[in-house]
């Protein structure tokens, strides 16, 4: 079972950056698609970005494309997204996940039930 720990959120201003990390253990990540999702108070959880298993294909909600970039490094074991541009929008609780699928999965998934393992999450607040 990989176990997903999520660091570098916090409070920015608008206009910001920040470099949010998922660290993994007991798996190697190089197995999985990952993924990161969040979610705002009130609302459902949502896709954010997610990068396939070679790092070759990645792909990004509307709402973040041009601004966050996703990346992984095999070798370290984790994943990071980097955010910048940061919006009000942005802010809630940032999630890693990691795609049940292993290796079978072509690509990337965009979908929350496609991802069995999941981190505690990071807390992003975006202020105005």
């Known amino acids: 079972q990989v176990q997903l720990v999520e660091s570098g959120g916090g409070l920015v201003q608008a206009g910001g950056s920040l470099r949010l990390s998922c660290a993994a253990s007991r798996r190697t990540i190089s197995n999985y698609a990952m993924g990161w999702f969040r979610q705002a108070p009130g609302k459902e959880r949502e896709f954010v970005a997610a990068?396939?298993?070679?790092?070759?294909?990645?792909s990004y909600a509307d709402s973040v494309k041009g601004r966050f970039t996703i990346s992984r490094d095999n070798a370290e074991n984790t994943v990071y997204l980097q955010a910048n541009s940061l919006k009000p929008d942005d802010t809630g609780v940032y999630l890693c996940?990691?795609?049940?699928?292993?290796?079978?999965?072509?690509?990337?998934?965009?979908?929350?039930?496609?991802?069995?393992?999941w981190g505690q999450g990071t807390q992003v607040t975006v202020s105005s």
């Open positions: 990068i396939s298993w070679s790092g070759g294909t990645t």
């Open positions: 996940a990691a795609d049940r699928s292993g290796r079978l999965r072509i690509g990337v998934s965009t979908l929350n039930h496609d991802y069995g393992y």
